[in-house]
């Protein structure tokens, strides 16, 4: 079953996020903890990292894609 990428809740209400850079590609092996992406929300930039290791198998989101709290970001399939 694969792993899950949501986006955490990053405490600043009000703030619009949005993905700014992915550090990962498709088919590319991750280890837990690797940074996947960037998220933007105002003047705050914000790594996000890979829940588990494995194959990052779909990306959710693409670049100034918007984003909100919880939302699924990214799958990761254990190799």
Do not use: F, N
């Amino acid at each position: 079953m694969a792993a899950e990428l949501h986006l955490p809740d990053l405490d600043l209400p009000g703030v619009a996020a949005h993905v700014s850079a992915w550090h990962a590609q498709l088919g590319q092996k991750v280890v837990e903890g690797d940074r996947l992406l960037e998220v933007t929300a105002g003047d705050v930039t914000v790594d996000v990292s890979a829940p588990a290791s494995g194959v990052l198998v779909e990306r959710c989101v693409t670049i100034d894609d918007p984003l909100q709290t919880g939302q699924l970001l990214a799958r990761i399939q254990p190799a």
